[in-house]
């Protein structure tokens, strides 16, 4: 199994609680157009991204490369943070996107985007 795109958490029980997966993606806001790495966090409360993008919160579209249209949502901008942009359990939540971790992919119903376009 490929695990550059995966890092699991795991409890004193030997139970996975969280993981994340890393996958290419671009985002489109007021700013234009700019390709990155989406780090989706099942553990992440929020929508994350760094702030060289925007100063408190910004709205922005993100299209993943098997998705046929966008996904669209709020991003907190932090203070300091590592990752460009983290897609928090609310957004996955919201889009109905689920983490296939042995296969290493990221899964939605693409009925949930049709509703929301």
């Not at 029980?13 to 157009?33: A, N, Y």
Request: glycine share 6%.
């Amino acid at each position: 199994m490929n695990q550059q795109g995966r890092i699991p958490c795991i409890d004193k029980q030997g139970t996975l609680i969280m993981s994340l997966l890393e996958l290419p993606c671009t985002l489109v806001g007021s700013r234009g157009r700019a390709s990155t790495v989406c780090l989706f966090d099942s553990g992440a409360s929020y929508s994350v991204i760094r702030r060289t993008t925007a100063e408190h919160e910004v709205f922005l579209e993100f299209f993943l490369e098997d998705a046929p249209r966008c996904f669209t949502d709020s991003f907190m901008v932090p203070d300091a943070l590592s990752e460009e942009l983290i897609i928090g359990a609310a957004t996955m939540q919201k889009w109905g996107i689920k983490l296939d971790f042995v296969e290493e992919k990221v899964l939605y119903d693409g009925r949930v985007q049709r509703l929301r376009l």
